[in-house]
């Protein structure tokens, strides 16, 4: 079989290249052929025309808005996550073959059906639909808050932190003042993070409605920054107006409009209509509840900091990139737009709690060789830049081979870190960028003390599990190979 596939993930760093390999390796040991389109971080390199002509079927591995699906209208097609790519891609090449033999190559493709929406479903129901419409805008707002974050924060770096108060560049700037440079800085880095809730609102209604729904929900967007409502404004603006938009799509338009539609009537009554909700229906409303949170952030102190970091380590750890993880990441993220310091604290507790278990696995690896396999170990050597970096992912592997005694020590020491990293008080501006970031973190002594005390535990727990179960393993063989020789000595 000639088989495509398209890998994309959220962050589209990790999941989506990690899945492609996956689903790589799996086509070549059951013979067939594939070629993977990968919409990650880097850009992709769309299938050729006689690619797409000569497929047997296509896998869609995403848990994001798949781009320019109309492609694959011919295709017999299977969907999944990334996390079932890499886990089961076996299973998904078996699948797609099969949807291939059932479709034969050549058959007239299916008449156009009623719109569906355009939204990347990881599993049944409104819940699934739903986060992949947020994790598509999540997606999108990664690299606005990366480069706003670390902007801001060699702002701080440079001026000190009275570079809030500078005057704009625009009326002061000597090209020879650091004070200038750090303003210039940080006030690129504000401008920015100001971006943010708009694209999130926009690329939100982008999955569920495609482009028309773009200008609506980045106007909502907007809207909800103007009232205050920040992020949950703009999750709630996204939804609206994506919902809205494929409405109006439904529409049996007169000819002689028809051909305006997309790019006239649809943004321009969608943005009025969205715009007016958000300005003076649930606005106000939306900004009190942000408001409230802010104001609960800010209060939190000793065990309730301590207890949430934990908490947010757990969650780091649990799924490592899946929807747990981002949940807590995106969290973290949508803080740092409300410039508090328990924002700050937060941000730090889950880069620190994100960074735990590649690093715990790496150790692990290198301590204690035997009790892994040799791909295991090659992995744990690239998981130490990997969890330097902050890419979470980089112990996936390990997890999927023993999901029930690595898991749990993960998360067990990304615990740690992220209760001691609020107990230290570290704090952190940018959203991304592991280690090398580092001189940019409030107390980064107390930061890095988390990092390996967390990484500490994971490793030794895993050490620990894994010994005993091949302990146990190794009982059980020895019992099993006695009992014929007793049996055959009576």
Request: some cysteine.
């Amino acid at each position: 079989m000639k088989l495509l596939a398209v890998t994309a993930c959220p962050t589209g760093i990790a999941h989506t290249y990690m899945a492609a390999e996956a689903l790589e390796v799996a086509a070549e040991e059951a013979g067939h052929e594939i070629v993977v389109e990968t919409q990650g971080s880097a850009g992709s390199t769309p299938f050729t025309p006689e690619q797409l002509a000569g497929a047997d079927a296509i896998i869609l591995a995403a848990d994001v808005e798949v781009r320019d699906k109309d492609r694959f209208a011919h295709l017999p097609t299977v969907t999944a996550g990334v996390k079932k790519a890499i886990g089961g891609a076996p299973a998904l090449i078996e699948q797609a073959v099969a949807a291939a033999e059932a479709a034969p190559k050549g058959s007239a493709p299916a008449a156009a059906a009623e719109p569906q929406l355009a939204v990347k479903q990881t599993g049944p129901g409104t819940a699934s639909k739903v986060r992949g419409w947020l994790m598509t805008g999540v997606s999108y707002v990664i690299p606005f808050v990366a480069a706003g974050g670390l902007l801001i924060a060699l702002g701080f770096a440079l001026g000190g932190y009275q570079i809030s108060d500078a005057p704009s560049v625009t009326e002061s700037f000597s090209w020879t003042s650091h004070t200038s440079w750090a303003a210039l800085l940080f006030q690129l880095g504000s401008l920015a993070f100001g971006l943010l809730v708009p694209v999130l609102s926009g690329f939100i209604a982008y999955a569920i409605a495609d482009r028309p729904a773009l200008v609506p929900g980045f106007v909502g967007g907007l809207v909800a920054v103007e009232v205050g409502a920040g992020f949950i404004g703009g999750l709630a603006s996204g939804l609206l107006a994506g919902g809205l938009i494929f409405w109006m799509k439904k529409w049996k338009a007169p000819k002689a409009i028809a051909g305006i539609m997309p790019v006239l009537v649809l943004p321009l009554v969608g943005t009025a209509i969205i715009g007016g909700i958000m300005f003076v229906v649930i606005g106000q409303p939306l900004a009190a509840i942000t408001t409230g949170l802010t104001n609960w952030l800010n209060g939190l102190s000793g065990s309730n900091a301590i207890l949430l970091g934990a908490l947010l380590g757990l969650m780091m750890a649990f799924d490592m990139g899946g929807p747990v993880n981002k949940a807590a990441y995106a969290f973290a993220v949508a803080g740092l737009s409300t410039n508090s310091q328990t924002a700050l604290l937060i941000m730090a507790a889950v880069m620190a709690a994100g960074m735990t278990p590649p690093l715990a696995m790496a150790l692990a690896t290198t301590v204690r060789k035997k009790l892994f396999t040799e791909a295991e170990r090659e992995n744990g050597r690239a998981a130490w830049l990997l969890g330097a970096s902050f890419i979470t992912e980089g112990a996936i592997p390990f997890a999927a081979a023993d999901p029930l005694r690595v898991i749990p020590s993960l998360m067990a020491g990304s615990a740690v870190t992220g209760a001691l990293s609020m107990a230290f008080g570290s704090t952190l501006r940018a959203p991304h960028g592991g280690i090398f970031v580092v001189p940019l973190i409030g107390n980064p002594f107390g930061y890095l003390v988390a990092i390996v005390a967390g990484t500490l535990v994971s490793a030794a727990i895993v050490i620990v599990l894994k010994s005993v179960g091949q302990k146990k393993k190794a009982a059980a063989t020895t019992e099993s190979t006695s009992a014929p020789r007793a049996a055959a000595h009576a």
